[in-house]
Each structure stands twice: as structure tokens, then as C-alpha cells.
């Protein structure tokens, strides 16, 4: 069974970055086929997909986020990781990982239970 559980601060400043790593367990972040994401919710907003890294290393971004999110994975901790620059209170938000299936429509069949992160000073 499937797990993914999100880790980091609860509280960030304004113009510094965040970083959030989720940790999967019952899987491997290399198997054939999958891709593990960040998607996020702001307050009274729907959900916000905003990037993701292949089993193959292979990352991608949306295009509103692209200039200040990167996200890497270290393969001997199961873990991959997000880093968010130059926030904004804007970017306050629950912060949910997930696999991505890319053998089923690129759904979202695995989610952490998510995290929420505020942006203030």
C-alpha cells in the first residue's frame, strides 16, 4: 500500500523559499510509469497542480510556477522534494504530494494528507 506523507514548515516569510519533502513508503519514486507531484490549494480555491518528477528523473512545471519552483528527488530516501521561491502571502495554501499515474489518464491516485503552509511576516 501506497503512502506519501508531506514534511516542512508550517510558517514561511514572505520573499524567502519553501521547501517541502514528501516521503513515500510502499513504493519506489523509480517505478516504471509513475510520476510523484505537488498540487495545492489556497483557502476558498480549488486545487492547483504545480509540478512533478518521472520515475525516469524527468521534471515538470506549470507554467505560472516555472520561474521560481524546482523539484528534486533522492532515490535512497524515497523522497522527493519542492522548493517554492520568492513566496508571497499568496502562496498560503495546503500543500498536498501525490502520485501521478501515466499509465491511467496522468491521475492522481495516491495523495498525502497534505500540509498547510501560511506566508507571513
Known amino acids: 500500500q501506497v503512502q506519501l506523507q508531506e514534511s516542512g514548515p508550517g510558517l514561511v516569510k514572505p520573499s524567502q523559499t519553501l521547501t517541502l519533502t514528501c516521503t513515500v513508503s510502499g513504493g519506489s519514486i523509480t517505478t516504471n510509469n509513475y510520476y510523484w507531484g505537488w498540487i495545492r490549494q489556497p483557502p476558498g480555491k480549488g486545487l492547483e497542480w504545480m509540478t512533478a518528477?518521472?520515475?525516469?528523473?524527468?521534471?515538470y512545471y506549470s507554467p505560472s510556477l516555472k520561474s521560481r519552483t524546482s523539484i528534486s528527488r533522492d532515490t535512497s530516501k524515497n523522497q522527493f522534494t519542492l522548493q517554492l521561491r520568492s513566496v508571497t502571502p499568496e502562496d498560503t495554501a495546503v500543500y498536498f504530494c501525490a502520485r501521478v499515474d501515466g499509465s491511467m489518464y496522468y491521475g492522481m491516485d495516491y495523495w498525502g494528507k497534505g500540509t498547510l503552509v501560511t506566508v507571513s511576516s
Open positions: 518528477i518521472a520515475f525516469s528523473g524527468v521534471d
